[in-house]
Antibody, heavy 128, light 107 residues
Framework: EVQLVESGGGLVQPGGSLRLSCAASGFIFSTYWMHWVRQAPGKGLVWVSRINGDGSITTYADSVKGRFTVSRDTGKNTLYLQMNSLRAEDTAVYYC?????????????????????WGQGTLVTVSS | SYELTQSLSVSVALGQTARISCGGNNIVSKNVHWYQQKSGQAPVLVIYKDTNRPSGIPERFSGSNSGNTAILTISRAQAGDEADYYCQVWDSSTGGVFGGGTKLTVL
């Protein structure tokens, strides 16, 4: 059974830092892209970042680029999100997701993703 | 950047058919995925790549995609289907794109 368990959320002051963790089990962790998706209170889902199986490729939403860093430890089957220079607008539940990757178009030039398993989320509150 | 538009809310009578739409420019050229999020819970994938149901999702859930609109259809709606539903596509320049979500109420 696939399980994703996030931890590390909490209350942090503006400008502060926090590191989220996501412990994965029930699948071969190193073979999947993993993504972070967040949801502000009462709002919709927003994609945050992605990382490939060996951690060599990462991308970010513009809103967090330069402040957040995604990484993974395949030996520990754990995904991380280091969040620096936190702002009030970063307040949200952060979900760790496993992504299924598939080819886009006949030529398969690009890959696309959907999120087949989600963790329960961890709440990050940025406030003074 | 690519945008997806969803109605804020949809209501359906118990046992009837609910249709939740997701609008986007030439969305038919994209693969659309749908998620169900019940109150206080994490999202769950209910349809992937326009029309496919993951294991464990009832056949009552189906999807379609044509022109500028993708639709999630829930047949024989049950009280347990009350939730927020989100559509999602992948955009090569910006990453994951979600619609704003539709709240389904079963009357």
């Amino acid at each position: 059974e696939v399980q994703l368990v996030e931890s590390g959320g909490g209350l942090v002051q503006p400008g502060g830092s926090l590191r989220l963790s996501c412990a994965a089990s029930g699948f071969i962790f190193s073979t999947y892209w993993m993504h972070w998706v967040r949801q502000a209170p009462g709002k919709g889902l927003v994609w945050v970042s992605r990382i490939n199986g060996d951690g060599s490729i990462t991308t970010y939403a513009d809103s967090v680029k330069g402040r957040f860093t995604v990484s993974r430890d395949t030996g520990k089957n754990t995904l991380y999100l280091q969040m620096n220079s936190l702002r009030a607008e970063d307040t949200a539940v952060y979900y760790c997701t496993r992504a299924e990757r598939y080819c886009s178009g006949i030529s398969c030039r690009t890959s696309e993703y959907y999120f087949d398993f989600w963790g329960q989320g961890t709440l990050v509150t940025v406030s003074s | 950047s690519y945008e997806l538009t969803q109605s804020l809310s949809v209501s359906v009578a118990l046992g009837q058919t609910a249709r939740i739409s997701c609008g986007g420019n030439n969305i038919v050229s994209k693969n659309v995925h749908w998620y169900q999020q019940k109150s206080g819970q994490a999202p769950v994938l209910v349809i992937y790549k326009d029309t496919n149901r993951p294991s464990g999702i009832p056949e009552r859930f189906s999807g379609s995609n044509s022109g500028n609109t993708a639709i999630l259809t829930i047949s024989r709606a049950q009280a347990g289907d009350e939730a927020d539903y989100y559509c999602q596509v992948w955009d090569s320049s910006t990453g994951g794109v979600f619609g704003g979500g539709t709240k389904l109420t079963v009357l």
